[in-house]
């Protein structure tokens, strides 16, 4: 008996489909798939060592400030033409500390901007990952829309073989005509490419989102070998269009970026206006050196040295000042640049937040329709079956299940489109911009949002009601 129900068992297991885990392939959540995109991204990862290059060039320009320890040495030997008493080799070496004592300001700016040129790096990282997060997010939602429209149309396909096949049967046994059988033949053959189509765009869903990840296809491999979990579900969210505009305009990193330009600019105009003035350096050192003339002393010498050394340019060409006229023409540029980024970012704003409203009004509108679509099904099968309705009644309510559904996919999709967009565009978490939720009774909004999250989960049947 244990024989059998083991045997029972193995059969059992090998029937059921297995899961993507039991397959070894990764199934992630939608914050398990940002978490691998802002690991694995590569415009992340370029983002990363641009940060990084930024840091060396601080180091670099923080030698300005530190003593400096060079070496250098000469050794020649000449031939003369006529006969002398001076030694015909001299060499010379020397082991010098210098330090800078003043600059006019140079060194002060080339670390400032150095440190700015960080800041900048770092903005442009943190607006790399909103936008790769935003990116992943809307491809997570699509490759999920696109799994129930493939579902949807699956449903539909069956439901339209098996009214293909009923009208086969009567058609058989003398009940209907031909045309009725024709009919179904059509709208068959109808759905069918919506069928391939909808798979089709699922497989490039996946594509789009193992870029995202920087994931590699294997060579002969058609889809990468990653799952997701979830549901395309719709979550209430209650921005204010003011509070978004105000946030993106203080959090952005954008901005912030054009800002650090103008920063950046206003530290070049002292460092070039730097070389107007004295530079003062002092040193001091350890010299070995040969002396030439054998009347003055042994050829072999040596001894420390110390001074100062100062260079001034009293004037070089105009060329302190053109490199000055050009930073003046930057910042201005960088200051236009500012105010268009903040258009672009209030723009951003206003039309995610627009979208999101729209989507809203749509998928309130279509999750109702579903329900009126589905009973307008099977109203039309009980009347075909009292002989009140014709065959032509059925089509039409089966496609316009199949529509009113495939909408409100595409409007939950839109939703959580315009929700990331809008997650970006302020810089901000979703749960964040839920501003409105504060005004609201926390226990009646979550259960209106589990209940409109339930209806709007894609159907099973296209006979579920």
């Given at each position: 008996m244990r024989f059998k129900f083991?045997?029972?068992?193995?059969?059992?297991?090998?029937?059921?489909?297995?899961?993507?885990?039991?397959?070894g392939v990764p199934a992630y959540t939608i914050e398990q798939a940002v978490a691998v995109a802002q690991e694995h991204n590569p415009d992340i990862l370029i983002a990363c060592k641009k940060v990084l290059a930024a840091r060396g060039g601080f180091i670099e320009?923080?030698?300005?400030?530190?003593?400096s320890l060079t070496s250098n040495g000469l050794y020649d030997k000449r031939q003369t033409q006529s006969e002398t008493s001076l030694r015909q080799e001299d060499y010379n070496a020397i082991l010098k500390l210098e330090q800078n004592l003043y600059t006019g300001g140079a060194v002060t700016s080339q670390v400032a901007i150095a440190q700015l040129n960080i800041a900048k790096a770092n903005c442009d990282l943190q607006e790399i990952v909103s936008r790769v997060t935003m990116d992943v997010r809307i491809a997570f939602n699509e490759l999920l829309l696109n799994r129930a429209k493939v579902h949807v149309r699956e449903d539909s396909v069956r439901v339209l073989e098996e009214e293909l096949k009923n009208q086969q049967e009567q058609l058989s046994a003398g009940i209907v005509s031909k045309l009725n059988v024709e009919r179904a033949e059509v709208a068959l053959g109808n759905e069918r490419p919506e069928l391939f189509n909808a798979q089709t765009e699922l497989r490039n869903s996946y594509l789009r989102l193992a870029e995202l990840f920087g994931t590699d296809l294997r060579a002969g491999a058609q889809a990468p070998r990653f799952e997701i979990a979830g549901e395309l579900q719709y979550r209430p969210s209650h921005a204010d269009l003011n509070d978004c505009l105000a946030r993106a305009d203080v959090n952005r990193p954008v901005i912030k970026a054009r800002q650090r330009d103008i920063e950046i600019e206003d530290r070049q105009y002292v460092l070039d206006r730097s070389a107007m003035r004295p530079h003062i350096r002092a040193f001091s050192g350890y010299e070995v050196y040969s002396e030439r003339d054998p009347a003055v002393g042994q050829e072999f010498n040596y001894g420390g040295?110390?001074?100062?050394?100062?260079?001034?340019?009293?004037?070089?060409?105009?060329?302190?000042?053109?490199?000055?006229?050009?930073?003046?023409?930057?910042?201005?540029?960088?200051?236009?640049?500012?105010?268009?980024?903040?258009?672009?970012?209030?723009?951003?704003?206003?039309?995610?937040?627009?979208?999101?409203?729209?989507?809203?009004?749509?998928?309130?509108?279509?999750?109702?329709?579903?329900?009126?679509?589905?009973?307008?099904?099977?109203?039309?099968?009980?009347?075909?079956?009292?002989?009140?309705?014709?065959?032509?009644?059925?089509?039409?309510?089966?496609?316009?299940?199949?529509?009113?559904?495939?909408?409100?996919l595409s409007?939950?999709?839109?939703?959580?489109?315009?929700?990331?967009?809008?997650?970006?565009?302020?810089?901000?978490?979703?749960?964040?911009?839920?501003?409105?939720?504060?005004?609201?009774?926390?226990k009646k909004e979550n259960r209106n949002a589990a209940q409109v999250s339930d209806v709007a989960k894609p159907p099973e049947k296209m006979s579920q009601r």
């Open positions: 083991a045997a029972i068992s193995v059969l059992i297991a090998a029937a059921l489909p297995a899961s993507p885990r039991a397959l320009a923080r030698s300005g400030f530190l003593p040295i110390v001074g100062i050394n100062a260079t001034w340019n009293i004037f070089d060409g105009f060329a302190t000042k053109g490199r000055m006229q050009a930073t003046r023409a930057r910042r201005e540029a960088a200051v236009e640049a500012l105010a268009a980024a903040q258009r672009s970012v209030a723009s951003e704003v206003r039309s995610a937040f627009f979208d999101l409203q729209q989507a809203e009004r749509v998928l309130e509108t279509e999750t109702k329709n579903v329900q009126t679509a589905d009973e307008a099904l099977e109203m039309a099968k009980g009347n075909l079956a009292a002989g009140l309705g014709t065959q032509l009644d059925i089509l039409q309510a089966a496609s316009d299940v199949t529509r009113t559904r495939t909408t409100r409007a939950i999709y839109l939703h959580n489109v315009a929700l990331a967009r809008l997650a970006h565009a302020c810089a901000s978490s979703a749960e964040a911009l839920d501003f409105g939720s504060q005004f609201k009774n926390v």
